[in-house]
């Protein structure tokens, strides 16, 4: 049997994230968390898990993620293309609260517009960001791929024919 030489990009990227970031703040001396929920578990009930060696072994063939991330909620900014709402302050001034109780030195937040459009109100609000790019839509301006976007054309691509393509 031939190996497939996508076979490694084609892993989850979700859980790859997590694992290369809990591995690389370990190296620089840092420790690790990620928030179940995604953004929602950063404000009352804060909810988080430690990421560790232990809780991360034999995550990258897991499909999904292991935090349940989401961009909707609470912090759903995007109501159609191009058109952002304001986050409520008393909720970014609750995700203040919870990095600075937490003395987390900053987020990383991954996804496409919605979660990144999140992730700039934060940085708006003093709390320290980086973004990392994540979509499937491939929907980020400035950008030829993004992470995420090479395994869904692939996964449709390896599922569609002629009959189901016309289906749709």
């Not at 159609?80 to 008393?90: F, L, M, Y």
Request: aromatic share 6%; proline share 4%.
């Amino acid at each position: 049997m031939r190996r497939d030489p996508y076979q490694r990009r084609r892993l989850p990227w979700s859980q790859r994230r997590h694992s290369a970031a809990a591995r690389s703040a370990k190296r620089l001396g840092y420790g690790c968390v990620g928030f179940l929920r995604g953004y929602e578990g950063l404000v009352d009930p804060v909810s988080y898990l430690p990421l560790h060696a232990r809780n991360i072994a034999g995550i990258l063939t897991q499909g999904g993620t292991i935090l349940g991330s989401t961009n909707k909620g609470r912090f759903s900014t995007t109501v159609g293309e191009d058109q952002r709402v304001s986050i409520d302050p008393g909720l970014l001034d609750q995700v203040a609260a919870t990095v600075k109780q937490l003395s987390i030195s900053g987020l990383v937040c991954a996804g496409g517009d919605g979660s990144l459009a999140i992730a700039q109100q934060f940085h708006e609000r003093g709390i320290p960001v980086v973004g990392v790019l994540k979509t499937i839509d491939n929907d980020l301006g400035a950008t030829a791929f993004t992470f995420g976007f090479d395994s869904a054309v692939a996964a449709a691509a390896c599922s569609s024919s002629p009959r189901s393509s016309a289906r749709q």
